[in-house]
Every structure is written in structure tokens, then in C-alpha cells.
């Protein structure tokens, strides 16, 4: 789960026992990971990868989105305003 905006509830408290323990969850890859679009670069592949636009400028949605459709294996679930969406694409989706 990939955010644009403010973290999941879950992230920032992962967070709260610092980032090698957050990220070492991450490489564990046996369980759900929610992760800031700013560090979606570190963020290896899952089979499906929800990204939640809720929040940050439309040039940081439209680059996070892509990267994560790099990431999603099988799915990719975008949610948020269509239009938003669409506009920080450049594209009908």
C-alpha cells in the first residue's frame, strides 16, 4: 500500500521503532507493507500493489504511479479522485 499523502496509520507507527525495523518487515515480504510514494523506490515487487493518491502535488502522484506499476506483479489498484488521477497521468484511466 503506497500513499501520496499522510502515511497510513500503520506506517508511522512501524516507524516509531525505527527504520531498519520498518524496512527489514518490508524484505521479510510475508506480510502487507504500507510505504510513503517517496520511498516507493526502495520498495521491492508484490503481486498487487494498492497506491491511495491522497494527498501531495499531482507531478509527485504522476511520478509515484508509474513506479508503482513496476512494482505490482500481477495488479495494480489505484484509488483516490478519477479526475485527479487522471490529470496527474495526462490520460483517461
Given amino acids: 500500500m ?3 499523502g ?3 496509520p500503520w506506517a ?3 516507524l516509531s521503532f525505527g ?3 520498518y524496512w527489514a518487515q518490508h524484505d521479510a515480504g510475508d506480510d502487507v507493507f504500507y510505504a510513503a510514494a517517496a520511498d516507493i523506490s526502495r520498495a521491492g515487487s508484490r503481486p498487487v500493489v494498492v497506491v491511495a ?3 501531495a502535488s499531482d507531478n509527485e502522484a504522476a ?3 508509474p513506479l508503482a506499476l ?3 506483479g500481477a495488479l495494480l489498484i489505484v484509488c483516490g479522485d478519477p479526475q485527479r488521477i487522471n490529470s496527474a497521468l495526462g490520460a483517461g484511466v
Avoid: K
Fill in 63 to 65: 511520478t509515484a504511479l
Fill in 12 to 14: 508511522a507507527h512501524e
Fill in 19 to 21: 527504520a531498519d525495523a
Fill in 6 to 8: 499522510d502515511p497510513h
Fill in 70 to 72: 513496476s512494482r505490482a
Fill in 2 to 4: 503506497i500513499t501520496t
Fill in 53 to 55: 493518491v491522497n494527498g
